[in-house]
Structure formats: C-alpha cells, structure tokens
C-alpha cells in the first residue's frame, strides 16, 4: 500500500523556521512530481511549492525568497522537503504532500498524505 507520510509540522513564532519531510513508501516503482500543498481554515487548498523528478522547481508568489523545497539526491527515497524560513501568520495551515506517482503497473496521480499541521504566532 503507498503511503505519503508527512512530519515536522508545529508552532513557531513568526519569523521562525519549520522544515517539512514527507517520505513515499510502499510499491513505488518512479515517482515524477512531488509538492506541497495547504489549506487554511475557510479557504481552498493552494499550491505552495513543486518538484520534478529532474529537479524543476515552482513555487507560490507567496513564499518565493523564503521556502525551499527539495528531494533526495537520490530519487529512489521518495522523500520530499519543504523548508520554510521567515513564516509569517498567514502561512499557518494544514500541509499536505502530493505526488504523481507509478505503482503496481499504474500511474497515481494526486496521490495524497494526511497532512501536517503549521502554526505561525504573531
């Protein structure tokens, strides 16, 4: 059974830095984009940060310049990360980890973890 599971949510104080794991496991034969995504109370879920297999990055205008995200070196640990540096109130939502991935001969895409709560103080 494929599993994300997401760790190192938390409170901090704003201007604080979290950093975020989410590890695949399971049947996993290729994973090709992995990301992070939040929702906060009363609101959609939104993009915060993407990755490609080879590395291609995007992110939300919102954390340009302060969260970082990041994979293994190697691929083959399906792990992803999200540092997030100089958190500010308004990034205090639930975390979640979203991969496309391939297992047991088929493709699951918007496969997702449980999420992890983060929540910034003033």
């Known amino acids: 059974q494929v599993q994300l599971v997401e760790s190192g949510g938390g409170l901090v104080q704003a201007g604080g830095s979290l950093r975020l794991s989410c590890a695949a496991s399971?049947?996993?034969?290729?994973?090709?984009?992995m990301g992070w995504y939040r929702q906060a109370p009363g609101k959609q879920r939104e993009l915060v940060a993407t990755?490609?297999?080879?590395?291609?990055?995007?992110?939300a205008d919102s954390v340009k310049g302060r969260f970082t995200i990041s994979r293994d070196r190697d691929n083959s640990k399906n792990t992803v990360y999200l540092q997030m540096n100089s958190l500010k109130p308004e990034d205090t939502a639930v975390y979640y980890c979203?991969?496309?991935?391939?297992?047991?001969?088929?493709?699951?895409?918007?496969?997702w973890g449980q999420g992890t709560q983060v929540t910034v103080s003033s």
């Open positions: 399971g049947p996993i034969l290729r994973i090709n984009i």
């Open positions: 990755i490609t297999r080879g590395g291609t990055t995007n992110y």
């Open positions: 979203n991969a496309d991935l391939l297992s047991s001969g088929r493709w699951l895409y918007d496969y």
